[in-house]
């Protein structure tokens, strides 16, 4: 049995948060373009800097997964771009949703 490979695109504080829960059971590539983001992640998953307002490279990088989840803000053409492409893509609400500190 394969390891699924799981993109996610964005590495901020959501991002990143789902980049090292994944990485414990699946192959995990985070896609950013803030270097600065990207370097936190380095040891943990792998990095490639990439902007997602580019449609073609997007597509490009997104054709070698088997899920793509989106940790980017407010990305509403990055939707149906992903559905268009037929990739399996997950979207995780922005962090003032999470409650990371239950009570």
Same mark, same amino acid.
């Given at each position: 049995?394969? =390891?699924?490979?799981?993109?996610? *695109?964005g #590495?901020? $504080?959501?991002?990143s /948060?789902v980049?090292?829960e994944?990485?414990? &059971?699946?192959?995990?590539?985070?896609?950013?373009?803030?270097?600065?983001?990207?370097?936190?992640?380095?040891? =943990?998953?792998h990095?490639?800097? *990439?902007? #997602?307002? $580019?449609?073609?490279? /997007?597509?490009?990088?997104?054709?070698?997964? &088997?899920?793509?989840?989106?940790?980017?803000?407010?990305?509403?053409?990055?939707y149906?771009?992903?559905?268009?492409?037929?990739?399996?893509?997950?979207?995780?609400?922005?962090?003032?949703?999470?409650?990371?500190?239950?009570?």
């Amino acid at each position: 049995m394969s =390891i699924l490979r799981v993109a996610i *695109l964005g #590495a901020g $504080n959501v991002g990143s /948060l789902v980049a090292y829960e994944l990485s414990r &059971d699946f192959e995990v590539w985070v896609a950013s373009r803030s270097e600065s983001s990207l370097a936190k992640l380095k040891n =943990i998953v792998h990095t490639v800097k *990439l902007d #997602a307002s $580019n449609t073609s490279a /997007l597509r490009d990088f997104a054709k070698g997964f &088997d899920i793509v989840v989106n940790a980017l803000p407010g990305v509403q053409l990055l939707y149906r771009f992903m559905l268009f492409c037929g990739h399996r893509l997950i979207s995780v609400p922005p962090h003032r949703f999470l409650d990371l500190h239950p009570p």
